[in-house]
C-alpha cells in the first residue's frame, strides 16, 4: 500500500459513492489504475464494503445512548448473541464492543424516546447472565463515521 492508496481510501471514506472517474481526477491518475487499485484494495479486506450513512433524527431515533453492560462470563458467546438480537420496538442498535475492564460490553443504540431505551435495558435485564448495565445519554455528537457533525 502507498499513498495513492491511502488518498483513495480517504476518498472513499468521505464519499463511497465517488466513481472511478472523479477518484483519477482527484489524483491525477488513470481510471483503470483507480479500478485496479480499488479492486486490490477490496481483495485485501481493507475496503469490507460500501453503505449509506442515515440520519437516524429524520427518522425519529434522535436519542443516542451508550449501554455499558456487566455479564457473567460463562455463556459469554451466546449471553452476546442474546444481548446484540434484542427486539425492541424503536430502538436499533448500532454498535456492540467487547470491552477489558470493569464492564463487558458497551452498545451504542439509538431510540425515539426514553421509554424506549428504558425498554431495552429491560429486555436485557431478562437475559440470563446479565448483571449490571448503565447507560449514558449522548447530548451532542462531533465526530460520527469520519464525519464532522456540527
Keep these: 500500500m502507498d499513498d495513492v492508496d491511502i488518498r483513495i481510501l480517504k476518498l472513499l471514506e468521505e464519499d463511497g459513492r465517488i ?28 475496503i469490507r ?9 429524520k427518522l425519529g431515533q434522535s436519542i443516542k445512548v451508550h449501554v455499558f453492560i456487566k455479564f457473567n462470563p460463562l455463556n459469554m458467546n451466546d449471553t ?3 444481548i446484540i438480537s434484542l427486539d425492541v420496538p424503536n430502538v436499533t442498535i448500532e454498535e456492540a464492543h467487547r470491552l477489558a475492564g470493569e464492564w463487558c460490553l458497551v452498545l451504542k443504540a439509538r431510540a425515539t424516546s426514553p421509554d424506549d431505551i428504558k425498554n431495552l ?7 440470563p447472565g446479565v448483571k449490571e448495565t448503565s447507560t449514558t445519554f449522548i447530548l451532542s455528537t462531533i465526530i460520527e463515521n ?4 456540527f
Excluded at 481526477?25 to 481510471?31: C, D, E, G, Q
Excluded at 464494503?49 to 433524527?57: E, F, L, Q, S, V
Aim: proline letters at 2%; glycine letters at 14%.
Design 19 to 46: 466513481t472511478h472517474e472523479e477518484i483519477s481526477k482527484h489524483l491525477h491518475i488513470s481510471r483503470p489504475a483507480v479500478h485496479k487499485r480499488i479492486g486490490k484494495l477490496e481483495e485485501l479486506g481493507i
Design 80 to 82: 452476546l448473541n442474546q
Design 146 to 149: 469520519g464525519l464532522k457533525d
Design 121 to 127: 435495558i429491560d429486555k436485557m435485564y431478562g437475559i
Design 49 to 57: 464494503g460500501y453503505r449509506g450513512i442515515i440520519h437516524w433524527g
